[in-house]
């Protein structure tokens, strides 16, 4: 990484030390805080409801900071995952240093770090939720030879008071500017905040929903990030939801993640981009630009665990509500190329020979054929039924999981090409060719039955540990939402009283 890049950095920890932060040190905070003038410490990690919790720290001395990085501190388990006894629930908390940032909504000024859960005797806590991801990108490495990459497209609801000027067009909200979108202004100011905490951000842009409703406005947005290790999207996919809702509060908006707010109206997803990387090198295509056969056993292996992975990104009775035939919600297990009506979608990844930079720039003559982006790089495979309810460690360690389960399947490339579908099959002419796809659980209880029947995949190389299963299992089947939706989607009012009840979910 050269100086300009880190001098420019929008972590404001990288730019002072002039380091990445991957490789920042316990010396290196200290020296910080003590440049900067820092009065406190905040510690903070996911907790069983899939929220950050946290924990302050006021600077008393260089001995106490010293401590407090090298010890971490103790916090009682029981009350931040259901699967931990109270005789048995003292665990520690150590932090991460290379997560460290300034804290922005912070008035005294504050440096953040996410943690680890270690347990009793010093060891990384089985079944934490980011130990279990860790766990799940090792085990992909060592089948694969490859590293697993991923990223998130998190769209969310802001909701504020209509000022009956400039109305935005009902659900076409698409890539709208000011002043038909209220929210680019609220958008680009998180988009600043979460990239000085070290997001790594592809953009940020309105949504298709929006909507007014007895003088409330609601609009949908949605910032897009860059690949990275699955670890650190999973980190900075959290830290993006708390800066958001922060944000928010701090200026009188609210904000949901929640999968659906409304009836008829567009839905939030979570849509998960993943590559695989060897030496560098994006693995997702062979020679002529078409997917290589690492990214079908990849796909494959997510077309075999589709049904269970909604337990990780499925996760309250709501989510059944938006994966429902004829949206752009997936219902159906199967995959294909741009095509917003599958589960697993490739998108366009510049695969074509062509500077398209010099056709829009014909009067830039250093826009030469050999400036053509290495193309192959960009190329992603989405998965699409996730939404903002999943706990997103576990998600993506399932999804880790799902794609190195396709290099262990004998029938992966057969599973592929079955699977495929170039067709919208929500259409009345492609009945015969639906009628053939297995269908993605329709309630809590349903995806609970799913994970119950693949679980050992997941705990294969023990990545899942079998008492985190037992509890998500437990956790969907007390919804008790097996025939939920049948009975209550024709009644709009019983609708809104569960989207009440889930409204700020995950």
């Not at 969310?156 to 659900?171: C, K, L, M, N, R």
């Not at 695989?276 to 665990?305: C, F």
């Amino acid at each position: 990484m050269n100086d300009s890049h880190l001098t420019l950095n929008a972590n404001p920890i990288v730019a002072a030390l002039q380091k990445p932060s991957a490789q920042f040190t316990k010396a290196d905070i200290i020296d910080y805080i003590v440049r900067n003038d820092i009065r406190m410490v905040n510690f903070m990690y996911p907790g069983g409801d899939g929220k950050l919790k946290t924990l302050n720290f006021v600077i008393n001395d260089l001995a106490y900071l010293d401590t407090i990085l090298t010890c971490g501190e103790r916090v009682d388990g029981s009350s931040l995952f259901s699967f931990i006894q109270a005789g048995s629930s003292d665990l520690y908390v150590l932090p991460r240093y290379t997560t460290a940032f300034v804290d922005p909504f912070a008035e005294i000024p504050t440096v953040t770090m996410l943690c680890s859960y270690f347990d009793k005797d010093g060891h990384p806590l089985e079944s934490s939720p980011e130990h279990t991801l860790h766990k799940a990108a090792e085990a992909f490495r060592q089948v694969t030879g490859m590293q697993f990459q991923a990223m998130g497209e998190l769209e969310y609801y802001v909701i504020s008071d209509d000022e009956g000027v400039f109305p935005a067009t009902d659900q076409r909200g698409y890539h709208e500017s000011a002043p038909y979108a209220k929210a680019n202004e609220f958008r680009t100011r998180c988009m600043q905040y979460i990239a000085q905490a070290g997001g790594q951000i592809k953009y940020g842009h309105s949504e298709v929903g929006n909507f007014t409703l007895d003088g409330i406005n609601y609009e949908q947005n949605e910032i897009e990030f860059l690949p990275v290790d699955v670890e650190q999207a999973a980190d900075q996919l959290m830290l993006a939801k708390w800066i958001i809702r922060n944000l928010a509060y701090e200026l009188g908006y609210d904000v949901t993640f929640a999968p659906k707010i409304t009836t008829g109206k567009a839905g939030s997803g979570l849509h998960i981009h993943m590559r695989m990387l060897k030496d560098g090198q994006n693995q997702m295509l062979a020679e002529g630009g078409v997917l290589s056969e690492s990214a079908r056993r990849m796909i494959a292996g997510m077309m075999d665990l589709a049904p269970a992975i909604t337990a990780f990104g499925n996760k309250n009775p709501t989510s059944y509500f938006r994966l429902v035939p004829h949206q752009e919600a997936p219902t159906n297990v199967c995959w294909g190329d741009r095509n917003r009506s599958v589960l697993v979608r490739v998108p366009l990844g510049w695969a074509a020979d062509v500077n398209m930079a010099a056709l829009a720039n014909p009067q830039d003559a250093s826009l030469t054929a050999d400036l053509l982006p290495i193309t192959s790089q960009k190329q992603t495979v989405e998965m699409r039924s996730p939404d903002g309810s999943a706990d997103l460690y576990q998600l993506l360690a399932g999804l880790c999981v799902a794609c190195r389960h396709g290099f262990e399947m004998d029938n992966a490339l057969e599973l592929a090409d079955r699977t495929y579908v170039n067709v919208n099959i929500h259409a009345a002419e492609n009945a015969d060719r639906l009628s053939t796809l297995a269908q993605l659980p329709d309630s809590c209880v349903a995806s609970a039955d799913c994970l119950e029947r693949q679980r050992a995949v997941f705990e294969e190389h023990g990545v899942f540990a079998p008492a985190m299963i037992d509890g998500i299992i437990a956790q969907l089947r007390a919804f008790d939402d097996k025939t939920l939706r049948r009975n209550i989607e024709n009644h709009p009012e019983e609708v809104m009283k569960l989207v009440t009840q889930y409204f700020h979910c995950g």
